[in-house]
């Protein structure tokens, strides 16, 4: 059984022992005369993870979470109720609780029909059982060694393994029924290093929609323990970082959170169409530099940020956002491209059956452009070059941004001279934006390691982008 | 709720039972179900109504000094058993480590006093409606520049929970949360600045009232209007007492075991040192009635005890649960799950007082980003607020970032204020620091 629509109804239907004469039932009772649209989404996780520290895998955990989510939308208004007993009379409990956001009417009971014309990304697997235990021990002990034997300044070794296999049936309003089944593995290295009295931390990793085999691939994990242990060293020498307004040189790849924050979020369709983001009202419109296009990409096969389809049924899509410096489009869930007027962009999506989905990014990246990434570090005098980050965050409104370095060099002269510290640099998105003046062409997309928060909810994404220069960027250093 | 505190201890119970027959030589187990109402009022509209209902089991074996844990959202009779044989499969593979076990059981709590923090709010959709609706209208009528909004929420949850182990340890309780937040949109010249205020207790009395909160927001919003950048320089930086929680947690994240016996902390080795000025004291006290954070007992069972973490500016403990304890050669200091109600003492002066003090320099009322780090205690985030001249607050600024190093900002720490207006799990006035660098033009 390879079909993940198959594996979902058998997971979701079958074991419950719910047929579709059940879900026509309760999607029954969710509609009413005024109700807009309405969806159940039933979903089963199985979640395994192990964490080695001090040379041993000191613990381990499985983890299972199950339930179905109930909306009933009308206008602009939300229902919602979820139940972790999927079973029918908690199905009918959750659904007359849901639909009291709009009053009682009659409606047409609608026919069950499996949507099987929709896209598979990855395959349906259970990353859990990709590799036996034995194997996945010895693979992080391998990663363990390989860190401890880069460098003799090593003091501490963690290495974490997660595999969770995420299987969500979504029946909309229409009778619509989708499936999908999606793997997620990560494993992540993160070093502790120490010279002289002096300690600093590197952390590296990846993930994808693959059996836990993908790390095994080209000894890409051996990678992420090399990687750590390279950016703890190059912070052993790091001094303080500048203070105040400098051109700055973004590598390509996980920097890309640059665009996550200062457009990816304030692109979203639900503050857009509210009208609190610094970009609502602005489509048609110069809001980058002409060197930039930037897309939101869920089709990517097997990417920790891609979706079949969302968490709505909707099948993912490349949606343009800005092309050529003018703001094209925003990313849609069901219920505000509908009150927009527009269509949706397969962005609905929600961290679990217990959560409302919303707009939400997959994988957002900008595409490449003409200049060779040497030329653009050469073209500064005196700015930051920065290759790693941590997270980043926004104000929606204002447009004001940060995210912080934790792997940064001095441009001096056109040329790469020292390592500083981590610093957040700060900006408004779409200032920025428009101060982008030159764009590498060596687009890279992250690793597999990205997670986004908005209203206390985590979904996994992506990010890419290729070397750029930004003009002017206040850089939070301390040496001023 | 099908479920009372009994059902739950009878689930724990049949975990540890089960666990116990599985061949564990000690286990723990938690059980916990909650059921709440999240409503949202926008532009006076009814905007989502969730209905939420949360449950869920966990469950830690050891075999020996191996460790294995599950956890499950189905507490079903049969889930019981899957959920220990899942755990069980897991500490097969798991290492011998010295460290892994229970907490003590001489440790374990005897009494379990009643901290009076279950206070049910019985109240339906169009009743929780009206009092957004209140509170979102006060801050839409505060100001001609309120010009949209996010909506006002009301938030109002019941939880039980109950932990046992293999010491014979058996307790639970329930607690209540209620919460009413409004966040809206100030609008003046195309410019827009967002803005929120929200309050939270274990009881509906003890909150804010609905048109104090919106108003708050409001004026918060509007104040912001009109923010420009500062020029880079150094300067003294009062973090408003909103945001000094999150300078505590920065010494918090310092001093919890992991970060020391990991040797990732930047205090390493400050046990008993001077950490702050000889006036600082910071305590936590876990049995404050209707506390945010209170708990009887920690997540192992251990009794938690009222105590300073720092007192005449000196490092007086960690924050330590049974296993950072065993590999640190210490005892745990029951802070399994955290500190709780954390508290810094005012140094006495109101937040004008503070800012006579400091004459020339910025106030922060808003911090973005990570930016610390617990390592080297590098400090470096993106903020706004005021910039102050001779004593009073001149302007709004926005765009810029504060840094220094966390030691020397807590060397620095030259008063508390005696401003914290702001019931939470973390009591502590506006912070005065002597210098960091602010970065902006």
């Not at chain 1, 990353?127 to 036996?132: F, G, K, M």
């Not at chain 1, 992250?446 to 206390?456: L, P, R």
């Not at chain 2, 009743?127 to 839409?140: F, K, Q």
């Not at chain 2, 949360?177 to 207790?201: K, P, T």
Request: some cysteine; aromatic content about 6%.
């Amino acid at each position: 059984m390879t079909d993940s629509l198959d594996i979902a109804r058998a997971t979701l239907l079958d074991a419950p022992g719910l047929g579709e004469q059940a879900l026509v039932q309760v999607m029954d009772r969710l509609l009413s005369r005024q109700i807009d649209t309405a969806d159940i989404y039933l979903q089963y996780s199985r979640l395994e993870s192990w964490v080695l520290e001090d040379g041993i895998v000191r613990e381990g955990n499985h983890s299972i979470e199950q339930g179905a989510g109930l909306r009933a939308v009308a206008g602009d208004k939300t229902g919602f109720a979820y139940t972790e007993d999927i079973d029918l009379p908690q199905l009918l409990e959750a659904a007359g609780t849901a639909r009291a956001i709009a009053r009682a009417g009659q409606s047409g009971r609608q026919a069950i029909a499996s949507r099987r014309d929709l896209p598979q990304l990855y395959a349906p697997l259970n990353p859990i059982d990709s590799l036996d235990e034995a194997a996945k021990l010895a693979l992080m002990r391998r990663l363990d060694e390989a860190a401890r034997a880069a460098d003799p300044r090593v003091q501490q070794v963690i290495v974490s393994l997660v595999a969770a296999q995420d299987t969500v049936l979504v029946i909309d309003d229409q009778g619509r029924l989708a499936g999908d089944v999606r793997p997620l593995v990560r494993v992540n290295v993160s070093v502790i290093v120490e010279q002289d009295g002096r300690r600093e931390q590197g952390s590296a990793g990846g993930g994808a929609r693959r059996g836990l085999d993908y790390f095994l691939e080209d000894e890409r994990a051996l990678g992420y323990a090399r990687e750590a242990v390279r950016q703890a060293l190059v912070n052993l020498e790091a001094t303080d970082a500048p203070a105040g307004l400098l051109p700055v040189v973004l590598g390509p790849g996980w920097p890309g959170v640059l665009l996550h924050e200062a457009v990816g979020h304030g692109l979203e369709g639900d503050f857009n169409r509210k009208g609190t983001s610094a970009f609502s009202g602005r489509i048609g419109e110069q809001v980058a530099s002409p060197a930039c296009t930037v897309v939101d990409d869920g089709t990517l096969p097997e990417r920790r940020g891609s979706l079949s389809i969302d968490d709505e049924g909707t099948p993912t899509q490349q949606t343009v956002l800005i092309e050529n410096g003018i703001l094209k489009g925003y990313m849609q869930d069901r219920m505000n491209a509908r009150l927009m007027g527009v269509a949706p962009t397969g962005n609905g999506r929600r961290e679990s059956y217990a959560h409302l989905p919303m707009p939400r990014m997959t994988n957002t990246y900008m595409l490449p452009g003409e200049h060779d990434p040497q030329e653009i570090i050469a073209s500064v005098e005196h700015g930051l070059y920065a290759v790693n980050f941590g997270g980043g965050q926004v104000d929606i409104t204002s447009g004001k941004f940060v995210f912080s370095a934790s792997e940064a060099y001095l441009i001096e002269n056109g040329k790469i001279t020292r390592p500083v510290k981590g610093a957040t640099l700060i900006g408004s998105g779409p200032e920025v934006m428009t101060r982008i003046s030159m764009v590498g062409n060596d687009l890279q997309l992250d690793s597999g390691v990205g997670t986004c928060g908005k209203d206390g909810q985590s979904v996994p994404v992506g990010v890419g982008q290729p070397t750029l220069k930004i003009d002017e960027l206040t850089v939070g250093g301390t040496a001023a | 709720m099908s479920h009372d505190i009994a059902s739950l201890e009878n689930i724990v119970a049949q975990l540890l039972d089960e666990a116990r027959q599985q061949g564990a030589t000690q286990a723990e187990a938690g059980v916990q179900v909650s059921q709440g109402l999240d409503l949202t009022v926008r532009l006076g509209e009814t905007e989502t109504i969730e209905h939420t209902r949360d449950q869920g089991l966990g469950v830690t074996v050891y075999f020996g000094q191996r460790k294995g844990s599950a956890n499950t959202t189905d507490l079903r009779p049969e889930a019981i058993r899957e959920t220990v044989a899942a755990a069980c499969r897991i500490a097969r593979h798991t290492a011998e480590d010295p460290a892994a076990g229970l907490a003590d059981p001489a440790l374990m709590a005897h009494k379990i006093p009643d901290l009076d923090l279950d206070h049910p709010w019985e109240i339906d959709p169009a009743e929780a409606a009206a009092i957004a609706r209140r509170c979102e209208d006060a801050a839409r009528g505060h100001d001609t520049r309120i010009r949209n909004s996010e909506g006002a929420t009301l938030h109002t949850g019941r939880g039980l929970f109950v932990y046992g182990n293999s010491h014979g340890f058996l307790g639970g309780y329930p607690t209540t949360r209620h919460s009413l937040s409004c966040a809206v949109v100030a609008e003046q010249d195309g410019e827009m600045q967002r803005d929120y205020w929200y309050s939270s207790a274990r009881a509906a009395e003890d909150l804010q009232a609905p048109e104090a909160i919106g108003e708050t927001a409001a004026r918060r919003a509007v104040a912001r209007l009109g923010a420009r950048k500062i020029d880079t320089t150094e300067c003294p930086v009062i973090f408003h007492a909103e945001l000094a929680p999150s300078l505590l947690y920065a010494l918090f994240n310092a001093i919890r075991g992991p970060a020391l016996y990991r040797k990732a902390s930047f205090l390493l080795d400050a046990l008993g040192e001077p950490v702050f000025p000889d006036w600082v004291r910071i305590s936590e006290d876990p049995h404050k009635p209707r506390g945010l954070a209170s708990a009887p007992f920690d997540n192992e069972g251990v009794a938690t005890q009222p105590r300073d973490i720092v007192a005449s500016g000196v490092l007086q403990g960690y924050i330590l649960d049974s296993y950072s304890a065993r590999k640190l050669d210490m005892q745990t200091t029951g802070n399994a799950g955290g500190v709780r109600n954390a508290r810094i003492d005012s140094s006495g002066e109101t937040f004008e007082q503070l800012l006579a003090r400091m004459q020339r320099g910025l106030v922060v009322t808003e911090l973005m980003g990570q930016g610390s780090n617990t390592v080297t205690g590098d400090y470096s985030r993106g903020a706004a607020g005021f910039w102050v001249e001779d004593g009073q607050i001149a302007y709004p600024v926005a765009e810029i970032t504060v840094a220094g190093n966390l030691r020397q900002m807590f060397e620095g720490l030259l008063a508390v204020g005696c401003d914290n207006d702001i019931p939470g799990a973390v009591d502590t006035g506006s912070w005065l620091i002597e210098r960091m660098t602010v970065a902006g033009n």
